[in-house]
């Protein structure tokens, strides 16, 4: 059990290191330049409306695509990786035991695309200043993280930066799903008690 901890300890801190610098200065940027945009564009005025109605859901989206593009493709293409990237398709199902640490991958791919399904489906609301229906919140989250996911794993093949896992789209599909049941049961508890 010490062992799992230690794992977890250590992945911690390397998301920290590897994950979260470059994402936060992207989501800066993005939600200046909208700012901007919409000064120029429309002549507005900043207001709290629009930092908590606009800027904060499109950084808040932004940092975590940025999160996720740094964790799976960007910081890897340091890395020289001349393996095959098919020859390990149907692997990495469950977590299993290496010499001193278990690997985590699974449970991290399922964590990593819960907050991408929430961001979208919160972005959405507040641009569109409606709300979609359960159903096609669901919908449209299954259909974002089944994209990226495919769209990871493809770029990982193509320059050779990771495998191409069949266990990778199921695990962020299945954790952009769960962000979606997420959001429905949030937002289902905010207008009960408005």
């Given at each position: 059990?010490?062992?799992?901890?230690?794992?977890?300890?250590?992945n911690t801190k390397e998301?920290?290191?590897?994950?979260?610098?470059?994402?936060?200065?992207?989501?800066?940027?993005?939600?200046?330049?909208?700012?901007?945009?919409?000064?120029?564009?429309?002549?507005?005025?900043?207001?709290?409306?629009?930092?908590?109605?606009?800027?904060?859901?499109?950084?808040?989206?932004?940092?975590?695509?940025?999160?996720?593009?740094?964790?799976t493709i960007l910081r890897?293409?340091?890395?020289?990786?001349?393996?095959?990237?098919?020859?390990?398709?149907?692997?990495?199902?469950?977590?299993?035991?290496?010499?001193?640490?278990?690997?985590?991958?699974?449970?991290?791919?399922?964590?990593?695309?819960?907050?991408?399904?929430?961001?979208?489906?919160?972005?959405?609301?507040?641009?569109?200043?409606?709300?979609?229906?359960?159903?096609?919140?669901?919908?449209?989250?299954?259909?974002?993280?089944?994209?990226?996911?495919?769209?990871?794993?493809?770029?990982?093949?193509?320059?050779?930066?990771?495998?191409f896992q069949i266990s990778?789209?199921?695990?962020?599909?299945?954790?952009?799903?769960?962000?979606?049941?997420?959001?429905?049961?949030?937002?289902?508890?905010?207008?009960?008690?408005?």
């Amino acid at each position: 059990m010490k062992y799992f901890f230690w794992t977890i300890s250590v992945n911690t801190k390397e998301f920290i290191s590897n994950a979260v610098a470059f994402p936060v200065w992207i989501s800066i940027a993005i939600g200046i330049i909208y700012v901007l945009f919409i000064k120029l564009k429309y002549k507005k005025k900043f207001d709290r409306r629009m930092l908590t109605d606009k800027i904060l859901p499109l950084s808040l989206m932004t940092f975590i695509y940025t999160m996720i593009a740094q964790l799976t493709i960007l910081r890897r293409f340091t890395i020289h990786n001349t393996v095959d990237s098919f020859s390990e398709i149907w692997e990495g199902w469950l977590p299993f035991k290496q010499d001193f640490s278990f690997d985590l991958t699974s449970i991290q791919n399922i964590i990593m695309f819960i907050p991408l399904t929430l961001t979208v489906n919160w972005f959405i609301l507040k641009f569109k200043e409606k709300s979609l229906s359960a159903k096609k919140i669901i919908i449209l989250s299954t259909a974002i993280s089944f994209g990226m996911s495919l769209f990871i794993e493809i770029s990982q093949a193509i320059f050779h930066i990771g495998m191409f896992q069949i266990s990778d789209l199921t695990y962020n599909t299945l954790g952009g799903i769960i962000g979606a049941f997420l959001f429905n049961l949030i937002t289902k508890n905010a207008q009960k008690q408005q």
